[in-house]
Structures are given as structure tokens and as C-alpha cells.
């Protein structure tokens, strides 16, 4: 069965300080896999994409990781801020014929000052 | 700010009625895909229409159904409502996603519409 869960489900940690994320799929046949930042109440917005040939990815304070191996993804955020307050969710797109898109739960992160 | 919109951000309604929820979605983009997303929740497909045929479908009852007009936008109608349809639906749209490309699963959201069910 396709599946994407996400670790942990929720995460506090102080302004300034780092955390990762993590992401488990098994999800087959793999395309791409996406983070996307959702906050409260508001629709999610893409964060990074990792193809299968990319280990690494950074977007600002925001550094992606993929093995595509032991299909496991992570997401580094640095220096966290007060705005990184969001969910964050990992989402994997099958390479089927509509390029299904396999949604994990999410990670709830609350950054306090 | 992703140029899709919805409409209305919130709405109230009671058991057994019916609903519909609007999306306009961005310029270009010929690909609409509709979310149910409970709180605490990652997003759940319903469906996905591209150009104006629904070309994928997730598990929820037919009286989940839409429509997809040639000008790309499109509506999510929800028949004889049951409280655990209270959530937020989202639309997202997208260019034709090519397996492997750039954009593949890039979907852009609009800000949902909120539905409470009582």
C-alpha cells in the first residue's frame, strides 16, 4: 500500500534553535517527492521538490535531504524564526498514469520565543 | 499570493443539505484537483479535472461530485452533508504534470473554504 508517514507529529522548539524533519514512503513506483508549508488556516505552499537522482536541496534555511534507498526524506530547517510556525508535509508523486500524489499527515512545528 | 481563489471562505450548514464551493484557478493552468482536509490532518483527495473531465478520483462517495468550466474553474459539490464533512476543502491548481519535470506536483492552493456542518 502507498503510504507517506511523517515524523514527528508535532514539534516545539525556541526561536534560533535547528530541527529536522522526517519523512517515511513506500510509495512505488517514486517520481518526485515535494514539502509544502502549510499555516494555520491557510492553503499549502510548495517548499522544495527532490527528484530521485538528488540527495540534497537547500531553499534559504530550509534544506531538504532524499535517499532514495531506504526512501527516507528529511527536512532541515535552520536558525528557525516565529514565521516557521506551520505544518509541514511531506508529499510523494507516484509515476503512474495521473502522476498520483501520496499526502503524509504532516508535521505540526510551533516555534516559541 | 498563488492567483487561485475561493469561494466563500466560510460557510455553515445543516445536516442533509447541499453545498457548493468555488474555485478560480491560476492563469495558465489546466489542471484543478479538490482536498478535504480535517484538522490535524494532511489534505485527502477528492478528485482532479483536467479540461473540464474528471481524470482522477479519490475515495469519497458520489455525492462528492464537480465541474470544470473551459475557462479552468470549477466547483465541488457536496450532496446531503454529514457532520464529518465539517472541514477545510481546498482547490489546487497545476500545469499537466510530467513525471520527472520541474513542476511535477506543484500544486498551487487557494486559501480554502471552511465548512462547518451541524
Known amino acids: 500500500k502507498n503510504q507517506v508517514e511523517q515524523s514527528p507529529q508535532s514539534l516545539i522548539i525556541l526561536e534560533g534553535k535547528n530541527c529536522t524533519l522526517q519523512c517515511n514512503y513506500t510509495v512505488s513506483p517514486f517520481s518526485n517527492l515535494r514539502w509544502y508549508k502549510q499555516d494555520t488556516g491557510r492553503g499549502p505552499v510548495s517548499l522544495t521538490i527532490m527528484t530521485f537522482s538528488e540527495n540534497t536541496k537547500s531553499n534559504r534555511r530550509y534544506t531538504a535531504t532524499l535517499d532514495a534507498d531506504t526512501k527516507q526524506s528529511s527536512l532541515h530547517i535552520t536558525a528557525s524564526q516565529l514565521s516557521d510556525s506551520a505544518s509541514y508535509i511531506c508529499?510523494?508523486?507516484?509515476?503512474?498514469?495521473?502522476?498520483?500524489?501520496?499526502w503524509g499527515a504532516g508535521t505540526k512545528l510551533i516555534i516559541k520565543p | 499570493e498563488t492567483g487561485v481563489t475561493q469561494s466563500p471562505t466560510h460557510l455553515i450548514k445543516t445536516r442533509g443539505q447541499q453545498v457548493t464551493l468555488r474555485c478560480s484557478s491560476q492563469?495558465?493552468?489546466?489542471?484543478v484537483s479538490w482536498y478535504q482536509q480535517a484538522l490535524g490532518q494532511g489534505p485527502q483527495f477528492i478528485f482532479q479535472y483536467y479540461r473540464e473531465e474528471e481524470n482522477g478520483r479519490g475515495n469519497f462517495p458520489p455525492r462528492f461530485s464537480g465541474l470544470q468550466f473551459p475557462n479552468y474553474s470549477s466547483e465541488l459539490n457536496v450532496n446531503a452533508l454529514e457532520l464529518d464533512d465539517s472541514a477545510l476543502y481546498l482547490c489546487?491548481?497545476?500545469?499537466?504534470?510530467?513525471?520527472?519535470?520541474?513542476?511535477?506536483?506543484?500544486?498551487?492552493f487557494g486559501e480554502g473554504s471552511r465548512l462547518t456542518v451541524l
Open positions: 508529499v510523494v508523486i507516484l509515476m503512474d498514469s495521473n502522476y498520483q500524489l501520496i
Open positions: 489546487a491548481s497545476s500545469r499537466t504534470q510530467l513525471a520527472g519535470g520541474p513542476s511535477a506536483g506543484e500544486l498551487f
Open positions: 492563469s495558465g493552468h489546466n489542471t
